[in-house]
């Protein structure tokens, strides 16, 4: 009788994913539209860039590519790099046209990254542009993203136009856990209920983000959000709580050229922000393992290890979340098969997650491209990261 009952539990849950999440498992990618029709808005793409010379130049060679119509240029803030970065900027951009700070030491309060991208916004002000593209040093671009970018802002009145970009799908690692990054990101934050106005919700996706300047500045600019980790979430929940629109999308053709190699190296990036997501709370720690064993784990055990009913209930339950995440794995071209393994996935996110919630307690502070922030002054900002 109880595994009937956690059969019928966790068939029930994902026959709620599947029909009232906002259908956040339809991914697939984002039909381009036309170029936008002249005279078009100035913009200006910022890059935070800290030892990013082995991939800098594919993200500046492909943004100084753009076949925009109209004034584009691109500001990379080089944070203290030692490997070259900014000269293999400069090289890559070629005739483009390109400005290089160098960032200031790292003001109190602020995340790496969000410091860096708040004094290359400073730089692009002074051109006065309508939009900036935040993105970043290891993200390439199509030559027509940048028109896409703009014809959906302008066309649907949207303030905040983002793409996840394609993650990179090579390695054993990345081939098993990279479909399912997307898969969960878009479960929190389902793209439909991004764009509704009446619901909360709010995401943003940091590689690849089109902002209204006058947007930015009407939320009190990146200081707003100056101690942020899910700094991409907080902007956008920052903008839509400001009564504007925020949109997020899928693009195949815009990359990312992040690599991980080893498990260790993928469930290193899993936990860097997994805590923060929950809140640092150990109540919802405590209701995110719960969720993930009633929700991934109980299905297959259930099919493989019960009988009568329950077992019934778990295939179906297993059935049903392999579909919902079949769009994920097909997006990522790997075999339909592998849609069914996601139960091992989720146990390998949920690992990361217990870890990310070790090294907080221990006091391990969050790091960006190898700058730590001492964990309290991370607890001190962590409101500023919850996004909901």
Partial sequence: MILDLLGAATLAAWIYLLAFRGGFWRIESSQPLPAPTPPLPAVVAVIPARNEADVV????????????????????????????????????????SLTVVRAAPLADGWTGKLWAVSQGVAVAERRAPEFL???????????GNLNDLVARAERDGLDLVSYMARLRCRSVAERALMPAFVFFFFLLYPPAWILDPRRAAAGAAGGCMLVRREALARIGGIG?????????????AAIKRGGRKVWLGVSEHTRSLRGYASFGAAGGMISRSAFTQLHHSAWMLAAAVAGLLLTYAAPPALALAATGTARWLGAAAWLTMAFCYWPAVRFFSRPAYEAAGLPLVALFYLGATVHSTWQWWRGAGAEWKGRSQPVSASRGAAGASRVR
Avoid: K
């Avoid at 100084?64 to 203290?80: K, M, N, R, T, W």
């Avoid at 593209?133 to 030559?143: E, K, S």
């Fill in 224 to 236: 707003a959000i100056r101690g942020a980790w899910i700094d991409d979430c907080a902007l956008a």
């Fill in 133 to 143: 593209l935040l993105t970043d040093a290891d993200i390439t671009h199509p030559p």
């Fill in 57 to 96: 130049g594919q993200a500046i060679g492909s943004l100084a590519a753009q076949d925009y119509g109209g004034e584009f240029h691109i500001v990379l803030v080089d944070d203290s790099s030692s490997d070259g970065t900014a000269d293999a900027a400069r090289a890559a951009a070629g005739a483009g």
